[in-house]
């Protein structure tokens, strides 16, 4: 702990276990196999992983919906197992679906749900959290006629109306479109900025990419990474140069035999590692084969590039059906 009562991380699990029983039909299910992740205080941390890489039910063990069957986790240094009311207290859960009730206003809904957990009238901060999510407005409006966007908000609203510290968002953006999207992600980082660590698994690797300071990927019931963004994306020691002649190119000059050097839109396109090639190097060769430059640029691996790396086959069907969804 660096400042009194105040944890470095948000979140500790250490070695989390669960294994979902079998039936008459179906097997035993091991879906989460030894998860050690820690969200430091004050963070956005990006949950990421293909379908059924065991995400939801990392998050529904720390709301406490789920029963671990290994190892341990923490919220706000409170225990799930021995301190789970504490822990439960510490978090605010976002769901995927949208579920309100429709029969009654954002201000009602807040002050249902805050009776729920139990905080007193002097405490509850209803107005607060609609002004914060900017839908004060429509404060006595009924539900059934917010947009999406209001909806979501409000959603988010009710996961903080017992002031958790902790918010994790299940799919914040799913099937959203940009510009819903763009304006979700301002309401996050707001809410990050007013100090409220952020936990946000997502499809959309744009999303992680633009928004998070760490990002894990899980696979299979495993963590594959685990760190802050940008030592993630350096991961990959790998980049694009790109050259456009002067004449367009029929074919790949000679000199590229031993690289990755393709020709796209009649561009010559080379992958290489950085810490093995140098771009003076690969331009030397080009010149070499009596070619001139019109115009050449570089471009480095993004975080889809090393979420498949990482994730292998399971990867690229969630990349795909996450582009098919877009
Ligand atoms: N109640 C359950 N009983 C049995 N198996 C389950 C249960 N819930 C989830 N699983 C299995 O556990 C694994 C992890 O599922 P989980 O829902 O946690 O993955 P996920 O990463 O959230 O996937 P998605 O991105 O599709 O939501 C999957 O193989 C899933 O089929």
Not at 118 to 137: Q, Y
Not at 146 to 167: D, E, Q, T
Not at 242 to 271: C, H, K, M, N, Y
């Amino acid at each position: 702990m660096t400042q009194p009562d105040l944890p470095d991380y948000a979140i500790i699990a250490e070695g989390l276990e669960k294994t979902y029983a079998g039936s008459k039909k179906r097997e035993p299910k091991q879906a989460l196999k030894g998860i050690d992740l820690k969200v430091r205080r004050g963070s956005i941390f990006g949950l990421l992983g293909p379908n059924g890489a065991g995400k939801s039910t990392f998050i529904n063990i720390l709301a406490g919906l789920t029963n671990k069957t290994g190892g341990s986790a923490s919220i706000w240094g409170h225990d799930i197992a021995t301190a789970s009311r504490q822990a439960r207290a510490s978090i605010g859960v976002v769901p995927q679906e949208i579920n309100m009730d429709v029969f009654f206003t954002p201000f009602e809904t807040l002050e249902l749900m805050a009776g729920f957990y139990g905080v007193p009238k002097g405490e509850r901060r209803s107005d607060e959290l609609l002004e914060v999510m900017g839908l004060a407005d429509k404060r006595n409006a009924y539900v059934r006629q917010l947009s999406g966007g209001m909806k979501r908000r409000l959603l988010i609203a009710k996961a903080l109306v017992h002031n958790p510290p902790v918010l994790v968002l299940d799919e914040p953006t799913a099937g959203v479109d940009i510009e819903l999207r763009r304006q979700l992600w301002e309401y996050v980082v707001k809410l990050n900025g007013l100090g409220v660590t952020i936990v946000l698994t997502t499809h959309y690797l744009e999303e992680a990419q633009e928004l998070c300071d760490d990002i894990a990927i899980i696979d299979q019931g495993r963590v594959v990474a685990s760190e802050p963004k940008h030592s993630l994306l350096r991961r990959l020691d790998r980049k694009t140069l790109i050259i456009e002649a002067e004449t367009e190119l029929s074919a790949v000059p000679s000199g590229f035999e031993e690289l990755d050097a393709q020709l796209r839109d009649g561009a010559l396109t080379i992958t290489y590692r950085a810490g093995q090639t140098s771009v003076g190097d690969l331009i030397a060769r080009f010149n070499e084969s009596g070619q001139r430059i019109r115009d050449l640029r570089t471009e480095e691996p993004d975080l889809e590039d090393v979420f498949l790396a990482l994730t292998y086959n399971s990867g690229q069907a969630a990349t795909q059906e996450a582009k098919a969804a877009r």
